[in-house]
């Protein structure tokens, strides 16, 4: 009963790929969010959608291309792969209005 | 936008003892800091939260004081256990603004026998 779970839980691919990350949440939130943690351990937010709306868009390359099929799914594709793609990346839920955001186990890409 | 600054950036502390890590922000809409707990390898996790109409809020061993005045708000573990042994990173978020979490860069915490 994973309350949120994203696939894949590894990826390795080489520069230049093309490959995406799955994240689906079954609280019956409203709102998700894609995190970026890199070797560092710095955690930033990069997407966040609210019904299906991107909400918040930070600065990030646009070969990162979120989307939401509906409000319990949000992935994330990310073309064209480089080297300093490579971090762990979490999906997150919470309810807007609401404050705890629970995250999923995180996908960790490694660009060779 | 917020800045969140955290310290220390790693923290060792013999079992027993109590941890004290701090973090200050800079926007003073702020009104929700939580703090996470990242094991290694493992997600971040909720270990407690508090809203700028709170001063101190304790549940169990660990506790979350905030000075709105000063911006700065610090997570004290007392009884430190191996298992406290992680990552913590304190957030700031405005709860009208999309919930946007924005993390300090966290604390290492060791805690040794």
């Known amino acids: 009963d994973t309350a949120v779970s994203q696939t894949p839980k590894y990826l390795v691919t080489q520069m230049g790929n093309d490959k995406s990350i799955k994240c689906e949440q079954n609280?019956?939130?409203?709102?998700m969010y894609w995190y970026k943690q890199d070797s560092k351990k710095f955690l930033k937010i990069m997407f966040s959608?609210?019904?299906?709306?991107?909400?918040i868009n930070e600065t990030v390359p646009n070969r990162f291309s979120p989307k939401s099929p509906d409000k319990a799914h949000l992935n994330l594709h990310i073309n064209s792969l480089e080297l300093g793609d490579s971090a762990v990346y979490f999906c997150?839920?919470?309810?807007?209005?609401?404050?705890?955001?629970?995250f999923g186990q995180g996908t960790r890409l490694t660009v060779v | 936008g917020e800045n969140v600054e955290q310290h220390p950036s790693t923290l060792s502390v013999q079992e027993g003892d109590s941890a004290v890590i701090k973090c200050t922000y800079s926007?003073?809409?702020?009104?929700?800091f939580p703090w996470y707990k990242q094991e290694l390898g493992k997600r971040p996790q909720l270990i407690i939260d508090?809203?700028?109409?709170?001063g101190e809020k304790k549940d169990q061993r660990i506790a979350v004081t905030l000075n709105k005045t000063a911006k700065h708000f610090s997570l004290h573990i007392t009884e430190t256990q191996p298992e406290d042994s992680a990552v913590y990173f304190c957030?700031?978020?405005?709860?009208?603004?999309?919930?946007?979490?924005?993390f300090g860069t966290g604390t290492q915490l060791k805690v040794e026998l």
């Open positions: 959608y609210n019904n299906k709306e991107l909400i």
């Open positions: 957030a700031a978020t405005s709860t009208g603004g999309g919930n946007k979490l924005t």
């Open positions: 609280l019956g939130h409203d709102t």
């Open positions: 926007d003073s809409a702020s009104n929700y």
């Open positions: 997150a839920s919470s309810q807007l209005g609401s404050t705890e955001a629970f």
């Open positions: 508090i809203r700028s109409n709170v």
